[in-house]
């Protein structure tokens, strides 16, 4: 008799792997605590931090910013 291989996740952001969705979710929180992220006012997709907020608009946005 052979032992199944349960369902396992990997991390995208580490590349662990863990068993089930549960289990990745929580390494996730755990190391992978999110960083700060900031949403764009004209679209609503979230970026990391201002400075990744900052280039998006620049980009998709064509705002100009000064800080
Ligand atoms: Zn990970
Ligand atoms: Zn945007």
Redesign the pocket.
């Known amino acids: 008799m052979r032992l199944q291989h349960p369902t396992t996740a990997a991390?995208?952001?580490?590349?662990?792997r863990f068993l089930g969705q549960n289990g990745l979710n929580m390494?996730?929180k755990k190391?992978?605590r999110h960083p700060t992220t900031a949403a764009c006012d004209a679209c609503g997709d979230r970026f990391l931090g201002q400075n990744g907020l900052n280039m998006h608009k620049k980009k998709a946005h064509m705002v100009n910013i000064y800080i």
């Open positions: 991390c995208d952001a580490c590349g662990d390494h996730k190391a992978h």
